[in-house]
């Protein structure tokens, strides 16, 4: 007889387990709520078509697909099926998929709901979420999220209280951390300066992995998604950017003098 198991990238949580996650769930949601912010809750599963297209070509690839209920083949498509063309049988078969994050269904949240919402709308939630994502130490594929937002309200001052609860929750935890920041448009006035500004994410998705593989292997990354040679070489001297912070914005300020987005970026974050 076969031992009883569970899927690979998921866990099961001892009482001794549950007691301390509860713990660090709860002295979350008490700093949340300190901040003035609402805990909202959304399904497990949204429709495909929510999902797609939010995370790129390789997050759509990690998303949790759920078969249609009943005959899932009654209507399927049958040249899709003899040419195994596995995207558009997908389609077909397929409407609703597991939340890969928490930011997309509560963007379609806030669509949905908006006539019952007032704003600025400052929402949390705890819940988990599903990558079908290869298996391995400290990444499952069900994990929960702490999701905390502002939408409704372009001021900085939003900015600098998300940090303070960062800042907060890992204080009343006794856990030690470095707070970094990053703009999205100074990453967009980078992708401008290199001639490149329709291919932002593709840029931030490898630059993002330089800890982990080395610049070598950002610029053959980079190479593959599409950038130029001349791109790429106009890329190399912002990964040569130190100092302290106060230093750091001056040299960007200089590189990105001839980006409008990059310089906002760089003011918002001074």
Same mark, same amino acid.
């Given at each position: ?10 866990? $099961? ?16 949601? $008490? ?28 997050? *759509?690839?990690? &998303? ?6 009943? *005959? ?28 890969? $994050? ?29 990558r079908a994502d290869r298996p391995q130490k400290g990444r499952y594929r069900e994990f929960?999220?702490?999701?905390? *937002? ?5 001021? &900085? ?9 960062? *800042? ?42 330089? $800890? ?35 230093e750091k914005i001056s040299q960007l300020r200089k590189m990105l003098t001839n980006s ?11």
């Open positions: 007889m076969n031992k009883p198991s569970i899927p690979k990238g998921t866990r $099961d949580f001892s009482p001794s387990e549950m007691v301390k996650r509860n713990f660090i769930f709860d002295t979350i949601r $008490d700093v949340f709520n300190l901040y003035g912010y609402l805990p909202i809750e959304t399904p497990a599963m949204e429709n495909l078509t929510t999902l797609l297209g939010k995370y790129g070509e390789e997050g *759509d690839k990690l &998303l949790f697909r759920i078969l249609n209920s009943g *005959d899932f083949f009654a209507n399927i498509n049958e040249e899709f099926l003899n040419n195994k063309d596995s995207n558009r049988l997908s389609s077909q078969l397929c409407e609703k998929g597991l939340r890969y $994050d928490l930011t997309v269904p509560f963007a379609r949240y806030v669509v949905q709901h908006q006539n019952e919402i007032t704003f600025p709308f400052k929402r949390y939630q705890i819940q988990p979420v599903w929960f999220q702490c999701d905390a *937002d502002v939408i409704g309200s372009d001021s &900085l001052l939003n900015e600098i209280e998300l940090i303070q609860i960062v *800042d907060e929750i890992f204080k009343q935890l006794n856990i030690n951390i470095i707070i970094k920041i990053n703009s999205r448009k100074i990453l967009s006035g980078i992708a401008e300066i290199i001639g490149e500004p329709e291919k932002l994410t593709e840029i931030t998705i490898a630059i993002d992995k330089i $800890d982990k593989i080395g610049q070598e292997n950002v610029n053959t990354e980079l190479l593959e998604r599409g950038l130029n040679n001349n791109s790429i070489e106009k890329l190399q001297p912002f990964f040569s950017v130190s100092g302290n912070n106060k409008p987005t990059g310089l906002n970026g760089i003011e918002e974050l001074r």
